[in-house]
């Protein structure tokens, strides 16, 4: 469980939205779920999980372009020493953003799929 913590921890401030939005997308999920199951079939709701969905994976991008930008920072020093430690942070945060973004949209993506599915088969 440490090991994860320090992951999230070295994607940046980014990572912080794609796991709010990752818990909500969830917990609708979830509640559209039973709510199927208990046979009330709206598609109500599935539009925030949709929009999730493609939000998560920009998130991952704008976490990979800080990361970058990080990284060049730290090349492109006044006094011409560059901190390689220092670009290697960025480059790894932009790589775990990039991985939390798709991951986290991927979970959300399939049971979003078939619960908006069955949704269109009772309308």
């Known amino acids: ?12 401030p980014v990572m912080w939205p794609i796991l709010v939005l ?7 999920l979830f509640w559209k779920f039973f709510e199927f199951r208990a046979g009330r079939k709206s598609p109500k709701g599935l539009v ?14 704008l976490g990979t372009v800080i990361g970058i930008m990080q990284t060049f920072g730290a090349l492109n020093v006044a006094d011409g020493t560059a901190n390689p430690m220092a670009a290697t ?8 953003t990039t991985a939390a973004g798709l991951i986290a949209s991927l979970i959300l993506l399939f049971p979003y799929n078939c619960l908006d599915e069955q949704a269109d088969e009772e309308n």
């Open 1 to 12: 469980m440490k090991m994860l913590v320090d992951l999230f921890l070295k994607g940046g």
């Open 22 to 28: 990752s818990v909500l997308g969830l917990a609708i």
């Open 48 to 61: 925030v999980v949709s929009t999730i969905i493609t939000a998560e994976p920009m998130l991952g991008i």
């Open 89 to 96: 942070a960025g480059i790894g945060e932009a790589l775990i």
